[in-house]
C-alpha cells in the first residue's frame, strides 16, 4: 500500500515533488492564489503529510488555471501543474466532493460536447453546462448579443469519423 | 509556403474573427492553407485537467491527420498550440505512452510534423522586412500592448516559443506595421482561461487589473492571439477603463488595406471603432 506522497509521485512521473524546498516562488507567481483556499506551496506540504481529503476535496485543486507559471519558475522541477493534473483525476477517482462544482460540471460538459459531435459546439456545451449547475440566467444578455452577432451558430460542421472519437473516448474511460 | 491549418473550435464560432483575418493575412502574404483532414476537438483544459491520456489520444488524432500533408502545421488558437506541443512532448518520451495511443488512434504517429504558431511564421519565414513592404497604411496613433497569456509559451521547453518571461515577436510584427507597440509588465499574466463560466469573478479581477496596467504604460488597446484570452478582454473586463482588444491578425489586415475589417470589429463586444476613426484608420 502506498502513502499519498507516493501514489502521487507514481502517476506524476518525473521529479518527486519532495525535491520541494519551499522557497515559495510557485505561489509568488500563481495568478489565483488569491482566491485559493490552500496556496499551490500549502498543497505540495499537505501532500506530504498525508492529508488525502483535504487535498482531493479542496478548492485549490479546481481553482488552479493551469498557466503553468509555478512548473516554468520553479529552481527544482517540480512540475505543480502537472501534480494539479493529477490531484484532480485523483479527486474523480475518489468520488470525493469537489471543493468547486461547478468548474468540474464545465469540464464534464465540454468534454461531453467532444463526445456527441468530435468538436465543441458553444450553444450546446453551454445549455449542458447550464443545465446542470442550475445557473440559468448568467451571461443571458452576453450569449444573446453573441448570437446576433452571428458568432455562436446553433449548427455547425462535425467530425465525420465519428468513430474514431468515440474510439478515444471509450479507450481512456476509466 | 504552404501550411497545413489547425484552425479548431473557437475559431469556428466565437474567435471567428481569429479565423477569417489570419486566412485574409495568409492570402496576402503568400501563405496557402490547406485544412487538416476531418480534424477534431484537441480536448483543451478541460480533457488534460481530468484524464491524462485523453488529453494526449485528442491531439495525436489530429496530428496523425495532418502527417500525410507533410507539411508544418499552423496552429492559431494558443490554447490548441499548447495541446499540441504538450502532446508531442509527451508522445517522444515516453515510448509506452506511444504505443498505447498509436492502438487507440489507429495509426503510427511519426513526429514528422513542426507545430506552429502564426506568429512564429510570419515573424520567422515571412520576415518584418517583407511585411514592412506589404503595409498600405502604416498605424499612426495606434498603441497596442502585446498579451500572449499562457499557452503560448509555458512551460518553455515544451512551446519553444519566443523569451518566455519577456516575448518580443508580437511587439515587432506591430512595430513593422507602424503602431507603436507600449513595453508592459503583463505580457505573460493569466487570464484566468476556462475559469470564466465557474468562476467569472476571479477572471473579471484578472482583466481589470491588466486593463489598468495597459492604460498606465499609455497602450489605447490590447492584442492578442489566443481566442480565450480575447474572450476574457472584450466580455470580461468591467466598463470602466477597459481598452478595446485585437486578434493580431485583424490589425495586420488593417495595415495591410484587407478587406474584412469592418465585418470582424463589428463581431467585437467592446467596439473598437471610435478609436480606429478618431486615429483615421477606418
New interface residues.
Given amino acids: 500500500m502506498n502513502t499519498f506522497l507516493e501514489e502521487v509521485n507514481d502517476r506524476m512521473g518525473g521529479v518527486p515533488i519532495q525535491s520541494c524546498f519551499h522557497c515559495r516562488k510557485c505561489t509568488a507567481g500563481c495568478p489565483i492564489a488569491f482566491a485559493m483556499e490552500y496556496n499551490p506551496n500549502a498543497i505540495i506540504k499537505m501532500i506530504q503529510m498525508g492529508m488525502r481529503e483535504k487535498v482531493l476535496g479542496s478548492s485549490t485543486i479546481w481553482l488552479c488555471a493551469s498557466c503553468e507559471t509555478c512548473v516554468t519558475r520553479c529552481p527544482n522541477d517540480v512540475d505543480i501543474a502537472r501534480m494539479m493534473d493529477t490531484l484532480r483525476e485523483m479527486a474523480i477517482e475518489s468520488g470525493v466532493d469537489a471543493g468547486e462544482k461547478n468548474i468540474v460540471k464545465f469540464h464534464e460538459a465540454f468534454l461531453s460536447s467532444i463526445k456527441m459531435g468530435g468538436r465543441i459546439s458553444e450553444p450546446m456545451m453551454l445549455v449542458h453546462y447550464k443545465l446542470k449547475t442550475l445557473d440559468l440566467f448568467s451571461d443571458m444578455g452576453l450569449g444573446m448579443s453573441m448570437f446576433m452577432k452571428g458568432k455562436i451558430k446553433l449548427l455547425s460542421p462535425r467530425t465525420k469519423d465519428m468513430g474514431s472519437v468515440r474510439k478515444i473516448f471509450k479507450s481512456t474511460d476509466k | 509556403m504552404k501550411v497545413s491549418y489547425y484552425p479548431g ?2 475559431l ?3 474567435g ?1 474573427e481569429y479565423d477569417q483575418s489570419v486566412k485574409a493575412v495568409s492570402d496576402a502574404l503568400g501563405i496557402e492553407l490547406k485544412e487538416v483532414d ?4 484537441c ?12 488529453s494526449i ?2 491531439p495525436a ?1 489530429n496530428i496523425i491527420a495532418a502527417q500525410n500533408d507533410k507539411l508544418d502545421m499552423m496552429v492559431p488558437c494558443a490554447a490548441c498550440f499548447n495541446r499540441f506541443k504538450g502532446a508531442q512532448h509527451h508522445l517522444e518520451k515516453d515510448d509506452s505512452l506511444k504505443a498505447e495511443i498509436e ?4 495509426a503510427k504517429y511519426d513526429a514528422s510534423v513542426a507545430v506552429r504558431n502564426p506568429i512564429d511564421i510570419i515573424y520567422n519565414d515571412i520576415g518584418l522586412e517583407e511585411l514592412g513592404k506589404a503595409v498600405t497604411r502604416k498605424l499612426d496613433g495606434l498603441k497596442p500592448v502585446s498579451y500572449y ?2 499557452l503560448l509559451l ?3 521547453e515544451v512551446c519553444q516559443f519566443d523569451d ?1 518571461e519577456n516575448p518580443y515577436m508580437m511587439d515587432g510584427i506591430m512595430g513593422a506595421l507602424g503602431a507603436d507597440a507600449r513595453k508592459w509588465s503583463c505580457k ?3 487570464c ?4 470564466t ?4 469573478q ?1 477572471v473579471v ?2 482583466v481589470d487589473k491588466m486593463m489598468m496596467m495597459a492604460a498606465e504604460a499609455g497602450a489605447n488597446c490590447i492584442v492578442t492571439a489566443c481566442p480565450v484570452c480575447f474572450a476574457n478582454l472584450d ?1 470580461r473586463a468591467s466598463e470602466k477603463g477597459r481598452l478595446p482588444a485585437f486578434y493580431f491578425t485583424e490589425i495586420m489586415a488593417l495595415a495591410l488595406g484587407l478587406k474584412g475589417t469592418e465585418k470582424w470589429f ?2 467585437h ?1 467592446v467596439d473598437p471603432k471610435p478609436l480606429l476613426t478618431s486615429l483615421g484608420l477606418i
Fill in positions: 473550435c473557437s469556428h464560432a466565437t471567428k476531418d480534424w477534431s476537438c480536448g483543451a483544459s478541460s480533457a488534460h485537467m481530468t484524464n491524462f491520456k485523453l489520444a485528442l488524432r492502438e487507440i488512434v489507429g497569456g499562457c509555458r512551460p518553455p518566455y505573460t499574466d493569466c484566468g482561461g476556462s475559469l463560466l465557474g468562476k467569472t476571479i479581477h484578472l466580455t463589428n463581431m463586444n
